[in-house]
């Protein structure tokens, strides 16, 4: 029960309190193109929170071994990256193996789910949050939750960002930043705000 | 075939600044921009970091045989920024100092999965020939920089009152402009008021409306 505990609380930390679009404005081009359809949005959040959560597993092993090393942060990308694709050809010669359909259909545009500042910034946030292993697949799950919310959030408010009666020069990714910002500043609520004395 | 190719040799010099801009026009390359770039200091180290990855990962991926499956390709791509990022990593160190970059958090990393190197290249710059690959590759980063070192200098005017650390006399004090949401309303605002500028130039010159621009676009 500890451990589900430690995975919930981790989640809900990623998904309202540090959610990786508002609160830390990663991958915000792939939120942007994964909210123009309903099957984008599901598609992209899965592929996301699978890449996330599973990773987090391999560098939560990496961080203990290399925590201490003045340059960690230097190679840290490199071997990153490397646990992301090797993770990501996995899957995909899984896919081609088993459900060759499904292979067909996601690899011409799968790639945009897994490499991209959401995921990579994930990774690289989880040794600042800290935690267990449970922790870092709960900020896994999390990941790829909160950015379900923010694409259905964006998703859902897509015809009327898009509608005549907002300036033209406004219209796009100008009134999308402004909206984005706006739900962030809401969201930015959970953290808490004290004006100064 | 003569008036497309004008064409295109054309945009080669206004789509990485301004027409297709990857912060502005096309959002490809955001997130270091909205949360850390929140002074001057801080866009100039990530316009150092941003440049020196994005244009040498290119410039060497594009000797990466094409006959290598794409799913391949893309990883060798990040895995060859990830190598350029070591070396760079250790210039900004000595050049902006430990805490600097520190500051700048998981948005100096993440610069190795941008999308002018992950998706640009595919689409644009490895369909040119050598030459003009260099320079839309350098203009495109021109563009990232100049948007990243202007969000920093309002941010840190408008949320401390200086610039680059000296004080700069500014009316009031806005402490919000250097979080995320004020990040993005501000780009939100800036990407309108270059969207405005651009559609009234291109009005200018064809005497379309602003809304058929829109929908050309």
Same mark, same amino acid.
């Given at each position: 029960l500890d451990i589900l505990v430690k995975m919930i609380t981790a989640a809900l930390f990623t998904i309202f309190i540090q959610n990786t679009v508002y609160e830390r404005a990663l991958g915000v081009n792939v939120l942007l193109y994964s909210a123009r359809k309903k099957t984008h949005v599901l598609g992209y959040s899965f592929g996301i929170c699978y890449i996330t959560t599973v990773s987090s597993i391999a560098?939560?092993?990496?961080?203990?071994?290399?925590?201490?090393?003045? @340059?960690?942060?230097?190679?840290?990308?490199?071997?990153?990256?490397?646990?992301?694709?090797?993770?990501?050809?996995?899957?995909?010669?899984?896919?081609?193996?088993?459900?060759?359909?499904?292979?067909?259909?996601?690899?011409?545009?799968?790639?945009?789910?897994?490499?991209?500042?959401?995921v990579l910034g994930a990774l690289f946030l989880n040794p600042q949050l800290?935690?267990?292993?449970?922790?870092?697949?709960? @900020?896994?799950?999390?990941?790829?939750?909160?950015?379900?919310?923010?694409?259905?959030?964006?998703?859902?408010?897509g015809k009327s960002l898009s509608c005549d009666s907002i300036p033209p020069s406004f219209?796009?990714?100008?009134?999308?930043?402004?909206?984005?910002?706006?739900?962030?500043?809401?969201?930015?609520?959970?953290i808490g705000y004290s004006t100064a004395a | 075939l003569k008036r497309k #190719?004008?064409?295109? #040799?054309?945009? =080669?010099?206004?789509?990485?600044?301004?027409?297709?801009?990857?912060?502005?026009?096309?959002?490809?390359? =955001?997130?270091?921009?909205?949360?850390?770039?929140?002074?001057?200091?801080?866009?100039?180290?990530l316009c150092v970091g941003f440049s020196l990855v994005s244009f040498f990962t290119i410039l060497v991926c594009r000797f990466i045989p094409h006959k290598i499956v794409y799913t391949l390709r893309i990883i060798l791509y990040a895995l060859t920024a990830a190598v350029i990022y070591m070396p760079v990593w250790l210039l900004l160190r000595f050049m902006f100092g430990i805490e600097l970059v520190h500051s700048l958090g998981v948005y100096l990393p993440i610069l190795v999965t941008n999308s002018l190197i992950m998706a640009k290249t595919e689409v644009r710059f490895y369909l040119r020939d050598f030459k003009t690959m260099n320079i839309e590759v350098f203009l495109f980063i021109l563009g990232f920089d100049a948007v990243c070192l202007l969000m920093g200098g309002i941010r840190e005017i408008l949320a401390h009152g200086t610039l680059a650390g000296q004080p700069f006399s500014f009316p009031f004090?806005?402490?919000?402009?250097?979080?995320?949401?004020?990040?993005?309303?501000?780009?939100?605002?800036?990407?309108?008021?270059?969207?405005?500028?651009?559609?009234?130039?291109?009005?200018?010159?064809? #005497?379309?409306?602003?809304?058929?621009?829109? #929908?050309?676009?």
């Amino acid at each position: 029960l500890d451990i589900l505990v430690k995975m919930i609380t981790a989640a809900l930390f990623t998904i309202f309190i540090q959610n990786t679009v508002y609160e830390r404005a990663l991958g915000v081009n792939v939120l942007l193109y994964s909210a123009r359809k309903k099957t984008h949005v599901l598609g992209y959040s899965f592929g996301i929170c699978y890449i996330t959560t599973v990773s987090s597993i391999a560098t939560f092993f990496l961080d203990k071994l290399f925590v201490e090393n003045e @340059y960690y942060e230097m190679f840290m990308p490199l071997l990153y990256v490397a646990v992301v694709g090797v993770i990501y050809v996995i899957t995909l010669i899984f896919f081609w193996r088993f459900f060759p359909r499904v292979f067909y259909k996601i690899k011409n545009y799968v790639h945009l789910s897994v490499f991209n500042a959401t995921v990579l910034g994930a990774l690289f946030l989880n040794p600042q949050l800290g935690g267990d292993l449970f922790s870092y697949i709960g @900020y896994g799950i999390g990941t790829g939750l909160g950015f379900m919310l923010a694409s259905a959030l964006l998703f859902s408010a897509g015809k009327s960002l898009s509608c005549d009666s907002i300036p033209p020069s406004f219209r796009g990714m100008p009134v999308m930043m402004v909206y984005i910002g706006i739900l962030s500043l809401a969201l930015s609520a959970f953290i808490g705000y004290s004006t100064a004395a | 075939l003569k008036r497309k #190719k004008l064409i295109v #040799k054309d945009h =080669t010099l206004t789509d990485g600044l301004f027409r297709q801009n990857i912060v502005l026009m096309s959002a490809l390359v =955001t997130a270091p921009v909205i949360a850390a770039a929140t002074t001057l200091l801080k866009s100039a180290a990530l316009c150092v970091g941003f440049s020196l990855v994005s244009f040498f990962t290119i410039l060497v991926c594009r000797f990466i045989p094409h006959k290598i499956v794409y799913t391949l390709r893309i990883i060798l791509y990040a895995l060859t920024a990830a190598v350029i990022y070591m070396p760079v990593w250790l210039l900004l160190r000595f050049m902006f100092g430990i805490e600097l970059v520190h500051s700048l958090g998981v948005y100096l990393p993440i610069l190795v999965t941008n999308s002018l190197i992950m998706a640009k290249t595919e689409v644009r710059f490895y369909l040119r020939d050598f030459k003009t690959m260099n320079i839309e590759v350098f203009l495109f980063i021109l563009g990232f920089d100049a948007v990243c070192l202007l969000m920093g200098g309002i941010r840190e005017i408008l949320a401390h009152g200086t610039l680059a650390g000296q004080p700069f006399s500014f009316p009031f004090v806005l402490p919000a402009a250097e979080t995320t949401f004020g990040g993005f309303i501000l780009l939100g605002l800036i990407s309108a008021f270059c969207r405005a500028v651009y559609f009234q130039i291109k009005n200018r010159s064809s #005497k379309k409306t602003m809304t058929e621009l829109i #929908k050309e676009r």
